[in-house]
C-alpha cells in the first residue's frame, strides 16, 4: 500500500501554499507524447497521488474530464478548497485500488508522487484501468536544484543545498526512487512502448518566502519538525536570513528563480 507522508492538515495546508505547479517543459513534454501517441482526444484523464492539486489543475486545462485521487483526505480536502475548473473532480483512495472500470481510462498521470506507492501493485492497477492505446505518464522533480538571483545565484543554491542536506538525513526510504531518477519505476512499467526522460528543466518563478516554504513542505522536514521542532524552525530562519543577506535585500518577497531537473517516465499501452 502507499506510504502516507502527507496525512495532516497543517502539512496539506503548507503543501497546498507553497508547493509548485508542474513547470512549462514538463508540461510540453508530456502534452506532445500524448498527441503523439494518441489517435482520439482523450476522453478521461487520472492524476494519481495528485496531493493538494497542483498538476491536476494544469490537466484540466487541456482535457475534457479530469480526476484526481490521493490517499490523504486532508490533501484532498486542500484540492477541493482551491479554485478550479468544473472538469475536475476528486477522489480518496490508494494508488493501488483506483475506483475505474478496466480499460476505462484514457491517461494516467503522477506528478512526484509514485515513489510512495506500492510500485508493483500500482503498475498492474495502471494497466488494468488503462485503454489499449492509454497513455501514462509518472514524473518528479530531483533533489539538485539551484536558486537563482543576479550575481550571486551560486552562493544562494549552496545555502539552499546545505539546509536541504540537513533535512535529509530524515528521508523516508523511498527517496531512492528520486535519487536514481526513477529507474526502477521505468523498469517496471509493464509496457514495451516506453521511455524515460531524465533532463527535463524548468525555471519557476519563486520567492525567498517561496523557497523557505517549499522546503518546510518537504516530507523529511516535518519528520524532523516533529523530532526536534525548534532546530527544524531555526534551520528554516537562519537559511532564510543567509539567503537575504546573500542577496542584499531585506524583503522575503524579493522574487528569485528556482532551477528544477524532472524525470519524467512515459509509456503507451
Keep these: 500500500m502507499s506510504t502516507q507522508m502527507f496525512e495532516g492538515k497543517g502539512h496539506a495546508a503548507v503543501y497546498q501554499k507553497y508547493r509548485f505547479a508542474p513547470g512549462k517543459v514538463l508540461q510540453e513534454a508530456i502534452l506532445t507524447y500524448v498527441q503523439e501517441k494518441r489517435t ?7 492524476d494519481v497521488g495528485c496531493g493538494s492539486g497542483q498538476g491536476t489543475r494544469i490537466l484540466a486545462e487541456h482535457f475534457k474530464k479530469v480526476v484526481g485521487t490521493d490517499i490523504s483526505e486532508a490533501q484532498i480536502q486542500e484540492a477541493k478548497d482551491a479554485p478550479s475548473m468544473p472538469n475536475i473532480s476528486y477522489l480518496v483512495c490508494p494508488a493501488e ?3 475505474f472500470e478496466d480499460a476505462s481510462v484514457d491517461i494516467l498521470t503522477s506528478f512526484t508522487a509514485a515513489h510512495w506507492f506500492d510500485i508493483e501493485k500500482f503498475m498492474k492497477e495502471a494497466n488494468r484501468v488503462l485503454k489499449p492505446g ?6 518528479t522533480y530531483t533533489v539538485d536544484m539551484s536558486v537563482c538571483y543576479g550575481n550571486c545565484s551560486e552562493k544562494l543554491t549552496r545555502i539552499f543545498r546545505e539546509c536541504q542536506d540537513v533535512i535529509l538525513k530524515y528521508s523516508h526510504s523511498r527517496i531512492k526512487y528520486v535519487l536514481e531518477d526513477y529507474k526502477t519505476i521505468f523498469e517496471a512499467l509493464p509496457f514495451p512502448d516506453k521511455k524515460r526522460i531524465t533532463d527535463i528543466f524548468d525555471n519557476i518563478p519563486m520567492t525567498v518566502a517561496g523557497v523557505i516554504g517549499y522546503i518546510e513542505s518537504f516530507s523529511p522536514y516535518q519528520v524532523f519538525l516533529k523530532n526536534d521542532p525548534e532546530a527544524a524552525k531555526s534551520l528554516l530562519q537562519e537559511t532564510e536570513k543567509r539567503m537575504l543577506e546573500t542577496m542584499g535585500v531585506s524583503s522575503p518577497e524579493t522574487p528569485v528563480e528556482f532551477r528544477v531537473r524532472h524525470v519524467c517516465v512515459l509509456g503507451c499501452k
Design 40 to 46: 482520439s482526444p482523450a476522453e478521461l484523464v487520472v
Design 134 to 139: 492509454g497513455c501514462v505518464s509518472i514524473s
Design 97 to 99: 485500488e483506483l475506483p
